[in-house]
């Protein structure tokens, strides 16, 4: 992710002088180079009801290309990290339960998009302000962890529930953003987006207590169950531990800066690679004369 930034931070500085001429403007450019931070927000069982917000960091890269004046499709890779803690709980019970988890996860993602406006029959005439609206589907890995007596355990290895569960999920993204043009090649956006996923475990919190007896391993008893830690007793086995009704789910909040690629690169197998310009001035014709005196090509 780290290297993507710096890709586009050292394109944006050594495109920029040749990008104000008046023939670098006149080329079309359909590709953007988007990367961009934010907040990530996490919800599932170790959530309040109604919080809506617990932002911790994300960040993120990608390429878009507008295929008609409205509609775009970006491919993007995020990175971004989620936490809920029982310890934070309005509800005594959930109190008492005590669990809690932090991830750092990867997300990758296809989306489409809708402009509200069109851009215009050139990218540099597009509308100062702008709309959109985008969904697609993505894949994301998560890997929960937590803290027990100063050390950090993974808990999918675990099987804190007696489950086994994949640590990549499919994911739904959709959210409605907003586009401000800053340069004739540079767009500042705000962008707001869900992730419905196909997993309730991005908490490693869903289903029922096993109860400690039904592990072998010391540690994953100790994590299924953190009420002794408390000094209060262990539950029944069978007790209620999660809701397996509903799936866990996230929300993004992010500024993302949008640079429009100049019309000479292309990606290649090694990255990027410059090709010819678009606008190249055309050959003149050649004519030579036939024997009857007429004109040919």
């Keep these: 992710m780290a290297r993507l930034l710096t890709i586009w931070v050292l394109l944006l500085s050594v ?86 988890f932090s991830s750092n996860n990867v997300e990758l993602s296809l989306t489409g998009a809708v402009s509200f406006f069109p851009q215009g029959n050139r990218y540099y005439r597009r509308p100062g302000f702008n709309l959109y609206g985008f969904g697609g589907l993505g894949v994301t890995y998560f890997n929960p962890t937590t803290e027990y007596l100063g050390k950090k355990y993974a808990l999918q290895p675990l099987e804190t529930e007696g489950i086994h569960y994949s640590k990549v999920a499919l994911v739904l993204p959709f959210g409605l953003g907003a586009r401000l043009k800053l340069t004739p090649f540079l767009n500042l956006s705000i962008e707001g987006g869900y992730r419905k996923t196909f997993t309730d475990y991005l908490d490693d919190v869903s289903t029922v207590h096993k109860g400690s007896a039904a592990f072998s391993d010391p540690i994953a008893g100790a994590l299924s169950d953190r009420r002794p830690e408390l000094g209060l007793p262990e539950v029944a086995a069978g007790t209620q531990r999660g809701s397996p009704d509903n799936n866990d789910g996230y929300f993004l909040l992010n500024a993302k800066l949008e640079y429009y690629l100049p019309s000479n690169f292309q990606l290649g197998g090694g990255g990027i690679k410059k090709k010819p310009s678009y606008n190249q001035r055309r050959k003149s014709p050649t004519y030579r004369y036939n024997k009857r005196g007429g004109i040919k090509r």
Excluded: C, H, M
């Excluded at 920029?16 to 359909?30: M, P, V």
């Excluded at 409205?70 to 008492?96: C, H, M, P, V």
């Design 15 to 100: 495109q920029w002088a040749s990008a104000q001429s008046f023939y670098s403007l006149r080329r079309e450019r359909s590709l953007i180079l988007v990367a961009g931070t934010g907040s990530s927000s996490y919800f599932g069982e170790l959530k309040n009801d109604g919080d809506y917000l617990d932002p911790k960091l994300n960040i993120n890269a990608g390429l878009q290309y507008f295929f008609t004046p409205r509609i775009s499709a970006r491919a993007e890779a995020t990175w971004f990290t989620l936490k809920g803690s029982d310890a934070q709980a309005d509800d005594n019970s959930r109190k008492k339960r005590n669990l809690s």
